[in-house]
Structure formats: structure tokens, C-alpha cells
Nanobody, 117 residues
């Protein structure tokens, strides 16, 4: 059973930084894609950043230049470095790990990020 665990959320002032981490365990296979999504109160969940096994990254326009998704040395682990945080970045951040192409992958429980102005 694949398990996904996020960590690193918290409260930060606007303009500050936070780093989130996501680790998938319970599989001997490497990920195809790892992604961060977020859901703010009253809004739909949105895709924030993706990283493929080949190293390709993509970001939603609102975070380009501020957020960086990267692979950790540990297997099936990624980081999301968030800089210059804004009020509108406040959300629960979820990690999605796709092991098998064409599947929805596995989700973590989410970690709260709150940006105060």
C-alpha cells in the first residue's frame, strides 16, 4: 500500500518562505510524476506544480518565479520551496504521486499553509 506524507506547512508572514516536503512509501517503483495541489477555503483544488521522473517541471502562472519543485536524494521524495508568499497562497497543500501512468495516483492528507499580512 502506497502512503504519501506531506510536511512543512505552517504560519508565515507575507513575503516570507516555507518549504514543504512529500514522501511516498510502500512501493519499490519510482514515481512517474509528483505534484503539489492546493485548495483554499471555498475554492476548487488547483494544480500548483509538477515534476516528472525526467526532471520536467511545470507551474501554475500565479506561482511562477516564486515556487520551486525539486527532487530529494531520497527515493520518491520531492520538495516545494515557496518564496515571496502572498495571502492568496493560503491553502491546504496536497501531494499527489503517480506511480503508474494513466492512473490518478496517491494523495497525502495535506498540510496547511497560512500566510498572514
Amino acid at each position: 500500500q502506497v502512503q504519501v506524507a506531506e510536511s512543512g506547512g505552517g504560519l508565515v508572514q507575507a513575503g516570507g518562505s516555507l518549504s514543504l516536503s512529500c514522501a511516498a512509501s510502500g512501493t519499490s517503483f519510482n514515481f512517474v510524476t509528483m505534484a503539489w495541489h492546493r485548495q483554499a477555503p471555498g475554492k476548487q483544488r488547483e494544480l500548483v506544480a509538477t515534476l516528472t521522473s525526467g526532471g520536467t517541471t511545470n507551474y501554475v502562472d500565479s506561482v511562477k518565479g516564486r515556487f520551486t519543485i525539486s527532487r530529494a536524494v531520497a527515493k520518491n521524495t520531492v520538495y516545494l520551496q515557496m518564496n515571496s508568499l502572498k495571502d492568496e497562497d493560503t491553502a491546504v497543500y496536497y501531494c499527489n504521486v503517480i506511480i503508474w501512468p494513466g492512473t490518478g495516483g496517491y494523495w497525502g492528507q495535506g498540510t496547511q499553509v497560512t500566510v498572514s499580512s
